[in-house]
Every structure is written in C-alpha cells, then in structure tokens.
C-alpha cells in the first residue's frame, strides 16, 4: 500500500508553458478537492514539467489524485504520485521544521601562491 500524504507530486506537466501560467491553472483545477497551502513548479532543467500541490488535510490529497490521475491537461496525461518527503509548509504547521543549514565550501588557497616573509 502506498503511504499517503497531504503532499502530491505531479509529474508530465506541459513544460512549454509560462510556470506561473501552470501554478494558476493548477490551483484552479485542484482546489476543488479542497484547501491548497501551497503549490511549487519550477522552470529549472531538473524540475520542468513537475509540480508539488500541498493540501490541508490527506482526504483531499487522496480524493484528487484518484480523480485525476491520466487527466489531460494542457495537452499531456498527468501522472500524479503521493510525495515521498513532507512539504515545509506541513513541517512548519506541525512545529517539526529544521531549517537545514547548507555546508559552506572550504576555501583552498593555491599551492602556487607565495605569500612575502614580514
């Protein structure tokens, strides 16, 4: 059994449509499964033409994606998934949220530097 979430991970989006264009129609054509916190599509290379939608209650989420699953939309079947990690916005409402801080670099100086003598 797949474990469900408040969180549904979309894939097969048009990817040449403007990205604020998709998030609009997105949110129109989910939420009448119920009360969005928050969708996130990203032009970027690695993300184009997937999508989070981010409900507030499972129901929703499980309602929505056994309605839409294979739903044409703008053209492409969208395939819809239960996210694997839980969204921020979930974490945040919980009080569970760990900002995550990103490693810095180590800074190398060049071998081939020579620094003067005081």
């Given at each position: ?9 979309i ?9 604020n ?7 129109h054509?989910f939420?009448?499964?119920?009360y969005i916190?928050e ?7 690695k993300?184009?033409g997937?999508a ?18 294979g739903f044409?939309?703008l053209g ?14 979930i974490e ?12 810095r670099?180590?800074l190398?100086?060049?071998s ?7």
């Amino acid at each position: 059994m797949e474990n469900l979430s408040q969180t549904l991970y979309i894939r097969n989006l048009n990817d040449k449509v403007n990205k604020n264009e998709i998030k609009r129609l997105l949110y129109h054509l989910f939420c009448t499964y119920g009360y969005i916190l928050e969708i996130q599509n990203s032009k970027n290379s690695k993300l184009r033409g997937q999508a989070f939608i981010v409900f507030d209650k499972v129901d929703s989420a499980v309602l929505a994606m056994k309605d839409l699953q294979g739903f044409n939309f703008l053209g492409k079947p969208m395939r819809i998934e239960y996210s694997k990690a839980k969204s921020h916005v979930i974490e945040k409402l919980q009080g569970t949220f760990q900002y995550k801080k990103k490693p810095r670099p180590e800074l190398r100086m060049p071998s081939s530097i020579i620094l003067p003598n005081p």
